[in-house]
């Protein structure tokens, strides 16, 4: 096995692999020998880097959550300007990428969320905070589109970036299940094209009555 003097090879080594190996397993389907076997490195180093399974599992979420954050940096950075063409550009692209991608694994937090939530609190709150911090971001872009009169304002931001979000992550269950993207096209065009618009203005016309 190649040696390095970068002291942060290893650990990234470890972390790359062992998110792509939850990813396709599973946390309890992945054993350290795994994860050691597929980062190369020798078993015993894991422990040289990771007091255990659980606080490497916390250190992948934390690295996830801020890969979700560098790529809605790049996603805003190309989306168009007005607020909710942006709001369905993001979702294109996310769209695009679980279409890319051979084994549709759906998404590290809402897996995680599924196997580890009641099992670790550590993970739970790093999940936790992975969730809220895109919810926040959708919201911040939904409180533009409001703004602007492109989205419903009756409903708050943040209640709408929930709903976003747990239609979105239910969609990624059905993609696995279905081996399909169709759920996430079909869930998102009925948020995003009806739940997200706003009420059709009032037409002033009193209803006709009986005589």
């Given at each position: 096995?190649?040696?390095?003097?970068?002291?942060?090879?290893?650990?990234?080594?470890?972390?790359?692999?062992?998110?792509?190996l939850?990813s396709?397993?599973?946390?309890?389907?992945?054993?350290?020998?795994?994860?050691?076997?597929?980062?190369?490195?020798?078993k015993?180093?894991f422990y040289n880097?990771f007091?255990?399974?659980?606080?490497?599992?916390?250190?992948?979420?934390e690295q996830?959550?801020?890969?979700?954050?560098?790529?809605w940096?790049?996603?805003?950075?190309?989306?168009?300007?007005?607020?909710?063409a942006a709001?369905?550009?993001?979702?294109?692209e996310?769209m695009a990428?679980?279409?890319?991608?051979?084994?549709?694994?759906?998404?590290?937090?809402?897996?995680?969320?599924?196997?580890m939530?009641?099992?670790?609190d550590?993970?739970?709150?790093?999940?936790?905070?992975?969730?809220?911090?895109w919810?926040?971001?959708?919201?911040?872009?939904?409180?533009?589109?409001?703004?602007?009169?492109?989205?419903?304002?009756?409903l708050?931001a943040?209640v709408l970036s929930?709903?976003?979000?747990d239609?979105?992550?239910g969609?990624?269950?059905?993609?696995?299940?279905?081996?399909?993207?169709?759920?996430?096209?079909d869930?998102?065009?009925?948020?995003?094209?009806?739940?997200f618009?706003?009420?059709?203005?009032?037409t002033g016309i009193?209803p006709?009555?009986?005589?």
């Amino acid at each position: 096995m190649a040696r390095t003097a970068d002291k942060t090879d290893i650990p990234l080594r470890l972390t790359q692999a062992g998110r792509d190996l939850f990813s396709r397993q599973g946390y309890n389907a992945t054993g350290i020998q795994q994860i050691t076997d597929h980062a190369g490195v020798p078993k015993g180093s894991f422990y040289n880097h990771f007091e255990s399974k659980e606080v490497f599992a916390v250190a992948i979420i934390e690295q996830y959550a801020e890969h979700l954050q560098r790529s809605w940096e790049a996603m805003m950075a190309a989306a168009p300007a007005q607020p909710m063409a942006a709001i369905r550009y993001v979702f294109a692209e996310m769209m695009a990428y679980h279409e890319r991608k051979e084994l549709q694994a759906g998404c590290l937090v809402g897996n995680f969320a599924a196997e580890m939530a009641l099992a670790s609190d550590a993970c739970r709150q790093g999940l936790l905070q992975a969730q809220l911090a895109w919810r926040e971001r959708l919201a911040g872009m939904i409180e533009r589109a409001q703004a602007a009169g492109e989205v419903r304002a009756d409903l708050p931001a943040p209640v709408l970036s929930a709903l976003a979000w747990d239609t979105w992550e239910g969609a990624l269950l059905r993609m696995k299940l279905e081996k399909s993207t169709t759920p996430l096209r079909d869930s998102m065009a009925l948020v995003l094209d009806h739940l997200f618009q706003p009420a059709a203005p009032a037409t002033g016309i009193p209803p006709t009555t009986k005589e």
